[in-house]
């Protein structure tokens, strides 16, 4: 079984070396933003740790940030395997909780009902929320939001990721990327029939919880229940205070709320995945109805902006996963590896490995890719079995002598862009804008199209009995 809650998961963190306390009192307001950008420069996808800082100026909740998605180990962590050969591992994962859902729990009470704040207790202000772009956000937003919906009519539950900015103590925006986003059609089906969309915005859960909220699990199926099946027993629930909602019983924060029917406020700008920021608009607003919390709540947040960040690394592992079990599985082709790059925000730079079977091949590789999200690949690249794709000197060297540019690169134009991708337009373009409706890729095919010479390396079988010696050699 999987961890009970976010504590269970920390601990498991902290025991296993991947999770380090920060003692010293740290100012939300510039600090800690500035601490995590300088753990992700520093450290590398494998070994960045979590980061629990303990001592918040002004509050006395803690802040957990990097403790989803802040490494490969970490996430293998939360997940519930093992650390090697993750791709067809996640990929595996993912498809059997999907098909293998679990139905949720409903409990009478739990944790996060040790505290519940109505009237004129609620202030969302009250968390300690970081300042992520200082100087540019209008604000502090919600950067790992759990926000759990239901279809008025279906009766069908979402839960996703949507970015929260908070204006006052019982307001905040929410924002969605883009139409295709499942809540937009909860809200649209509320709005016709002129009635407040109940949201829930949990904050701090059991780990397979936000893992489903950002892994785009197909609509129509239930985050919860797939959550659930990743945890390996049923989510336990409870009855929200004021809205006709279950949430998780162990979560840390929970804020409820409603989203009026019709009405949208300016939100943003903040700063985005692709290391920009993201452009302002109209958005909805939730009214603030209540907030229940845990005794001595752990605040929880994504860390994103700039690559390399916890939120494009989550989301690479589950794209990638995903486009590598459709060209495996459902495509039958045999695809090595598919990754998708932190410094793409993962999402605009994909790269595919392969030994194609027969010349064109390479095309059945790409469209298979892209139908999976034709908003993904910017520049899409296919490369040999033998490169290692997650080592970007291999796949700039198959770039440099693989590619005969005349012949191996192509641009395919009028494809669905990257959402937020700032190159369609100028900075303070409105988002519905037109130049935001369409983009273009780029497709590299960085294979061996002829008979190549040999390589010039050593003999594998060499390098092996090398590696067997390696400590006779004395070199570290």
């Not at 629990?52 to 002004?58: A, P, S, T, V």
């Not at 803690?62 to 996640?90: D, F, K, Q």
């Not at 919860?224 to 006709?244: D, K, Q, S, W």
Request: proline share 8%.
């Amino acid at each position: 079984m999987g961890f009970k809650d976010l504590r269970e998961h920390l601990g498991y963190l902290e025991k296993n070396g991947m999770l380090k306390r920060i003692k010293k009192e740290v100012d939300r307001d510039w600090e800690i933003a500035a601490v995590c950008r300088e753990v992700f420069l520093r450290h590398d996808r494998e070994t960045r740790p979590g980061l629990l800082f303990e001592n918040i100026k002004g509050f006395d909740a803690p802040v957990a940030a990097g403790v989803i998605g802040g490494s490969r180990h970490i996430y293998a962590a939360a997940l519930g395997i093992p650390a090697e050969n993750m791709t067809e591992i996640v990929g595996k994962k993912w498809a059997d909780a999907i098909a293998n859902r679990i139905p949720t729990k409903l409990v009478d009470t739990g944790p996060v009902k040790e505290n519940i704040l109505k009237g004129e207790q609620i202030d969302i202000f009250s968390f300690p929320h970081p300042m992520w772009t200082v100087g540019q956000d209008p604000g502090y937003f919600l950067t790992a939001p759990c926000c759990i919906s239901r279809h008025p009519v279906t009766g069908q539950r979402n839960m996703g990721c949507y970015r929260c900015q908070l204006k006052e103590k019982n307001k905040s925006g929410i924002h969605f990327s883009g139409p295709f986003r499942h809540m937009v059609d909860h809200i649209k089906a509320n709005n016709e029939i002129n009635q407040p969309t109940p949201v829930a915005i949990v904050i701090g859960a059991d780990p397979t919880i936000p893992l489903s909220a950002v892994s785009g699990i197909p609509q129509g199926i239930d985050e919860l229940e797939v959550a659930g099946a990743l945890r390996g027993e049923p989510i336990e629930m409870v009855r929200c205070e004021t809205i006709a909602l279950e949430v998780p019983a162990t979560a840390e924060i929970v804020i409820e709320g409603e989203i009026p029917a019709d009405y949208v406020e300016e939100e943003g700008p903040f700063g985005e995945y692709h290391g920009y920021m993201g452009p302002d608009g109209m958005a909805p607003i939730v009214n603030v109805k209540a907030i229940t919390h845990r005794n001595d709540p752990i605040y929880h947040v994504y860390v994103s902006q700039m690559p390399p960040s916890e939120s494009s690394l989550m989301r690479s592992f589950g794209r990638e996963s995903g486009i590598y079990s459709h060209l495996k599985d459902r495509l039958l082709l045999p695809v090595k590896d598919v990754h998708i790059t932190e410094s793409g925000g993962a999402a605009s730079y994909l790269i595919i490995s392969a030994d194609k079977l027969y010349p064109g091949q390479f095309w059945q590789y790409i469209w298979g890719a892209w139908s999976i999200d034709p908003s993904l690949g910017k520049f899409t690249i296919m490369v040999d079995g033998d490169i290692d794709i997650r080592d970007p000197f291999q796949v700039e060297w198959a770039m440099s002598w693989r590619v005969r540019p005349n012949q191996d690169i192509y641009i395919v134009d009028n494809t669905i862009p990257v959402p937020l991708d700032p190159a369609l337009a100028p900075h303070g373009t409105p988002k519905g804008d037109p130049r935001r409706k369409f983009s273009s890729k780029v497709v590299i095919d960085a294979t061996e199209h002829q008979q190549f010479p040999p390589a010039s390396l050593p003999p594998k079988e060499h390098m092996e009995k090398v590696k067997a010696m390696w400590e006779e050699y004395g070199i570290e």
